[in-house]
């Protein structure tokens, strides 16, 4: 009788792990996750050529495709869902296009790729321009959306390995903001000169950092390190714009 327990508790137990197995492999984050993992390196650059052939991508995109955002259960599960399906649509116009340079040379209309290439929603269709001004900036009024949005170019914020969650999209958002203001290659404080250069990303966007009355330099001097950040606070400073490097953000 003991014998028959035991073999009855392991049969069941194999099939509760196989089970939570087959639950964890399918879910859409997971999926993205292992994506993001294979082909994206930790500073950011992606394996296009890879990723090509990966036909677990396309489930992915299908899922973005079928799925309604209106029926998630939270805001914070809406905002990580079309910030992941910015960056999924960002890959996925690259790869029709691939191989290219730059996503500037798509189209003849200047940043067509943006503008004008569409991509399959519940509800029809939609643009990367459409997506980033109406679906995330107007809906969401969250600045820190600018720093985890790639577009697939060198002087965008990094496309990090892992997907948009709600349950830690907090700390993802804090730790992006940290990440992209202190990349010396994005944003730099000259001392000697009183020089704050940052990225054009807060020229083209500066309503969404300043929305509550402040200034750019205070904005951005509450992601500095604590030395940049208390000089910018207590010294004149003055904001230079860099320019954008729209190279792909290739693995070479």
Same mark, same amino acid.
């Given at each position: 009788?003991?014998?028959?327990?035991?073999?009855?508790?392991?049969?069941?137990?194999?099939?509760?792990?196989?089970?939570?197995?087959?639950?964890?492999?399918?879910?859409?984050?997971?999926?993205?996750?292992? %994506?993001?993992?294979?082909?994206?390196?930790?500073?950011?650059?992606?394996?296009?050529?890879?990723?090509?052939?990966?036909?677990?991508?396309?489930?992915?995109?299908?899922?973005?495709?079928?799925?309604?955002?209106?029926?998630?259960?939270?805001?914070?599960?809406?905002?990580?869902?079309? %910030?992941?399906?910015?960056?999924?649509?960002?890959?996925?116009?690259?790869?029709?296009?691939?191989?290219?340079?730059?996503?500037?040379?798509?189209?003849?209309?200047?940043?067509?790729?943006?503008?004008?290439?569409?991509?399959?929603?519940?509800?029809?269709?939609?643009?990367?321009?459409?997506?980033?001004?109406?679906?995330?900036?107007?809906?969401?009024?969250?600045?820190?959306?600018?720093?985890?949005?790639?577009?697939?170019?060198?002087?965008?914020?990094?496309?990090?390995?892992?997907?948009?969650?709600?349950?830690?999209?907090?700390?993802?958002?804090?730790?992006?903001?940290?990440?992209?203001?202190?990349?010396?290659?994005?944003?730099?404080?000259?001392?000697?000169?009183?020089?704050?250069?940052?990225?054009?990303?807060?020229?083209?966007?500066?309503?969404?950092?300043?929305?509550?009355?402040?200034?750019?330099?205070?904005?951005?001097?509450?992601?500095?390190?604590?030395?940049?950040?208390?000089?910018?606070?207590?010294?004149?400073?003055?904001?230079?714009?860099?320019?954008?490097?729209?190279?792909?953000?290739?693995?070479?």
């Amino acid at each position: 009788m003991k014998f028959l327990v035991l073999i009855l508790v392991l049969i069941i137990g194999h099939s509760m792990m196989t089970t939570a197995y087959a639950s964890e492999k399918d879910d859409p984050d997971s999926i993205f996750d292992a %994506i993001l993992g294979r082909y994206v390196s930790a500073d950011g650059f992606v394996n296009y050529k890879g990723l090509k052939e990966d036909k677990e991508f396309e489930r992915y995109i299908e899922y973005l495709s079928n799925t309604d955002p209106d029926t998630l259960p939270s805001d914070k599960d809406r905002l990580a869902f079309w %910030i992941n399906a910015y960056n999924a649509f960002v890959l996925k116009g690259v790869l029709e296009e691939y191989p290219i340079k730059s996503v500037r040379d798509v189209g003849w209309i200047p940043h067509s790729f943006f503008k004008r290439r569409k991509f399959d929603i519940k509800h029809g269709k939609i643009t990367l321009q459409v997506l980033e001004n109406e679906k995330l900036r107007e809906a969401f009024r969250e600045p820190r959306i600018h720093f985890v949005i790639n577009c697939a170019s060198m002087s965008c914020p990094k496309l990090i390995t892992e997907t948009y969650r709600a349950e830690k999209l907090e700390q993802q958002l804090e730790a992006q903001a940290v990440s992209f203001i202190n990349n010396r290659s994005k944003n730099y404080l000259d001392k000697e000169n009183g020089i704050l250069y940052i990225s054009s990303i807060f020229k083209w966007y500066e309503g969404d950092f300043i929305k509550d009355g402040g200034t750019l330099e205070e904005y951005v001097a509450k992601y500095l390190n604590p030395d940049d950040a208390e000089f910018v606070r207590n010294n004149e400073v003055t904001i230079k714009y860099l320019g954008y490097d729209w190279g792909l953000n290739e693995q070479k």
